[in-house]
């Protein structure tokens, strides 16, 4: 089997300030969500100037994994197409259409499975193959890589990132600094009905064994629920405070659950997070997200690669319902 090229799906983000509320529309459409509270996400935004980096990074490691397979053998072009913003999906698949895309090896920008961090992906591309199919009559047929949450090359960039985190501290304290993984907090019954919870834990152990760091915790970040909605917990700041005053000494934040240091980086842990270390007299570092690393690319390829050899010699078989 053939395929022509690779479509990056992502989150997106905001290119400007005009762009904050339009896009916020479109994440929250149809979530039980206080106008108070899309305001204050809004202000998250707009103290970085409205620009979510996530954009520009997701292009960044497109152009890495085209040079990558390329250099491999296999010149296929990477599109990108977001869920929530320019370029969205619809019109990245129109646009993959025109050039005459029939197949696609498709990466989803999420390392973790749940529905809102893998699920949800999948069904706004078939939303999106829809739409072709009624516009034009024809469609792309897509093939998903493999999990990689615990491939070696995404744990030793995270573990990479975490060490050169360490270096931060003052001498005396890094080797008594705990390794806190964060993740995007989700409904509790969403987690309880997917791997999500238990994908993150094998990540957050096998980065912290290749870091060389034994004492570790997973918390969570960003929830965006009413009060009264169960969500997965500790939430990062609650857990930071709680264990200061039960003795930690430092803290090493790694977004174990996030590819890019987007907004939600940005804000919750370099500001609100840290604000708390401060605040409590907490020294804390935080570990780059994956990024455009060198090594996470590689290993975009590496999977990327691994599909292409798979169904090289025959189609991939179609997903039926149980």
């Not at 905001?14 to 108070?36: C, I, S, W």
């Not at 197409?81 to 619809?90: D, E, F, K, S, V």
């Amino acid at each position: 089997m053939r395929f022509d090229a690779v479509l990056i799906v992502a989150f997106g983000g905001p290119g400007g300030p005009a762009d904050v509320r339009p896009f916020l529309e479109r994440v929250l459409r149809g979530r039980r969500v206080t106008p108070q509270r899309v305001e204050e996400v809004a202000h998250h935004y707009e103290l970085f100037g409205g620009v979510s980096p996530i954009t520009a990074l997701t292009m960044e490691q497109a152009r890495g994994l085209e040079q990558r397979l390329a250099s491999a053998g296999h010149p296929l072009p990477v599109f990108v197409g977001m869920r929530n913003w320019h370029p969205l999906l619809a019109d990245t698949l129109e646009a993959m259409h025109a050039r005459g895309i029939r197949r696609a090896v498709t990466f989803v920008a999420a390392p973790h499975h749940s529905y809102s961090s893998c699920q949800q992906y999948r069904e706004n591309v078939a939303d999106a193959r829809r739409d072709l199919r009624a516009g034009t009559g024809a469609d792309i047929e897509v093939t998903y890589v493999d999990s990689w949450f615990d491939h070696p090359l995404f744990v030793e960039v995270n573990a990479r990132h975490v060490r050169d985190a360490q270096a931060g501290l003052a001498d005396d304290l890094r080797a008594s600094a705990r390794l806190i993984f964060t993740a995007h907090s989700v409904p509790l019954a969403m987690a309880e009905g997917s791997r999500y919870c238990e994908q993150l834990l094998e990540s957050a152990r096998r980065v912290a064994a290749e870091a060389g760091l034994n004492d570790w915790a997973l918390v969570y970040q960003s929830r965006s629920g009413r009060p009264e909605d169960p969500w997965l917990e500790p939430d990062v700041c609650d857990y930071l405070r709680a264990e200061r005053a039960r003795g930690l000494q430092a803290a090493i934040l790694c977004p174990i659950g996030f590819v890019c240091d987007h907004i939600e980086v940005l804000y919750d842990l370099d500001r609100e997070a840290a604000d708390v270390c401060r605040e409590a007299g907490l020294p804390m570092v935080r570990a780059d997200a994956v990024n455009a690393d060198p090594l996470f690319l590689d290993m975009m390829a590496d999977v990327v690669l691994r599909t292409l050899h798979r169904h090289e010699h025959g189609r991939p078989l179609p997903i039926v319902a149980p």
